[in-house]
């Protein structure tokens, strides 16, 4: 399951979608999110999901990694359309048995979260995807340069969020690594009840923990020995520039943002 994480992770490409401006796809990914939510029928969400499809067809990341990537937000899918399901009680009833009551306005709510969670997930995966920590780092910079006359220390929060993102596959790793010898030591981390499991997981993390600090401390190490100093004086060997297929994909994602409030306008509304 740890293996299944992909958040993230950078695969290396030629693609339309890696060679597009990491500020535009910044951009782009706060516009597919303002989309989704956007979308208040299965006909507006179809149409962001559509978007989502051929994003990844452009991308060149195989379909296998979207599917892979879903697998560890599976019990967040179904505790979201158990609560949906179960708690919502408007419209025909479709079953009933003592306090348990499903409604159809419960099935359609279900069906649609779940939608949009993958859709969320999925799309904003691909930006992480498909961008490099150095180039996300240049993009965040420079899409809250405005905010530096303010003594906000914009290098730094863009660096940390980076790193940040950097860092979940390598702790993936570790944990799964660290789970791998509790379990040769004859840990048992999967008998017994909640309780059990969650003591379990200790020997877990006070590793996990101790490892993060040392790997947090070797970084920073690092970094001083390279004579960082923040993004002060600091230049850049690749610049970035917008080009044409820049200012095509962001009219195409207008289109689509266009297509999202036409497609409502078809379709029953579920919000």
Known sequence: MLKDITIGQFFPGHSIIHRLDPRVK???TIAFIVMLFMAGSFYGLAVGMAFVLLSFALSGIPFRMMLKSLRPIM?????????NIFFIKTGDVWFHWRF?????????????IIIRI?????????????????????????LFAPIK??????HDLAMMMTIALRFIPTLIEETDKIMAAQKARGADMESGNLVKKARALVPIFVPLIVSSFKRAMELALAMECRCYHGG???????????????????ALTAVFIAGVVFADKLG???F
């Open 118 to 142: 993958v859709g969320l997930i999925v799309g904003s995966s691909l930006l992480t995807y498909t961008t490099s920590p150095i180039q996300l780092t240049d993009a965040i910079e420079r």
């Open 75 to 83: 019990p967040i899918l179904i505790f979201t359309a158990v609560l």
């Open 149 to 154: 006359p303010l003594r906000r220390p914009v």
């Open 26 to 28: 910044l951009i782009l």
């Open 268 to 270: 029953p509304k579920v």
């Open 100 to 112: 348990i009551t499903i409604t159809q306005n419960g099935v359609v709510s279900a069906v649609f």
């Open 232 to 250: 002060e004086g600091r230049t850049r060997m690749k610049q970035m520039k917008t080009s044409l297929r820049d200012y095509a994909s962001l």
